[in-house]
């Protein structure tokens, strides 16, 4: 990676590490090693792992340096049903028929979703997709604050629950079932099925 990394490109790159299992759940990061592979000096990255302790995706320990999370189904359980709970609140938030204008567009992305299951394609990237344009009509930038902040802790789990076909089919079969209930204008079924599709997710983790 080029010398002179943004501080939040560096934090993004740390970040993906995390998420996609390079810097693995319950390890200690390796500062110089890091700092290397991302062509930054020891002190932005320490920076950028700082920045990471106050979104709870790393954790500092006197003596050992910062060391992931490790992976923790009582997290899980609390975190996926806050998310539900903001992401619902963002649809109900969103103008009616701006979302009926999206409904043909989460269709595609679900498509998509169903495709990548015969090619191995990375279901939690498209999932992101569609949820980012399902929120895309909703105005209050402090509700999408947080879940942009609260998002990026769930990604760990993502990776086991998208692990196996029948969860992620479930899943894309919610997906479709909240874009039907848009196109009817029945924003309480969408909302109530999008919390199911989030809540439901912890009890995999157990």
Same mark, same amino acid.
Do not use: C, F
């Given at each position: 990676m080029a010398k002179g990394l943004l501080r939040r490109d560096l934090t993004d790159a740390v970040i993906g590490r995390v998420l996609d299992g390079r810097l693995p759940a319950d390890t200690r990061v390796n500062e110089v090693h890091l700092a290397k592979e991302l062509g930054v000096s020891r #002190?932005? &990255?320490r920076e950028a792992l700082i920045?990471? $302790? *106050?979104?709870?995706?790393? $954790?500092?320990? /006197?003596?050992r340096g910062f060391l $992931?999370?490790? %992976? *923790?189904? $009582?997290?899980?359980?609390?975190?996926?049903?806050?998310?539900?709970?903001?992401?619902?609140?963002? !649809?109900?938030?969103? /103008? &009616?028929? *701006?979302?009926?204008?999206l409904s043909d567009g989460l269709d595609r992305i679900a498509d998509e979703m169903t495709a990548a299951l015969e090619t191995g394609g990375d279901q939690s990237a498209l999932d992101d997709r569609w949820?980012? !344009? %399902?929120?895309?009509?909703?105005?209050?930038?402090? &509700?999408? +604050? %947080? !879940?942009?902040? #609260?998002?990026?802790? %769930?990604? +760990?789990?993502d990776l086991l629950y998208f692990g196996g076909a029948e969860r992620a089919l479930r899943s894309i079969d919610e997906h479709r079932l909240i874009a039907s209930a848009i196109r009817a204008g029945d924003l309480a079924e969408a909302t109530r099925v999008l919390v199911r599709n989030w809540v439901k997710t912890p009890a995999y983790f157990g």
């Open positions: #002190t932005p &990255l920045s990471l $302790v *106050d979104r709870g995706l790393m $954790v500092s320990q /006197p003596g $992931v999370p490790p %992976l *923790d189904p $009582v997290e899980a359980s609390r975190l996926y049903p806050l998310v539900a709970e903001l992401e619902a609140l963002a !649809l109900r938030w969103s /103008p &009616l028929q *701006d979302l009926i204008g949820h980012r !344009l %399902l929120l895309s009509r909703t105005a209050n930038p402090h &509700l999408l +604050r %947080l !879940l942009e902040q #609260t998002k990026p802790l %769930l990604k +760990r789990y």
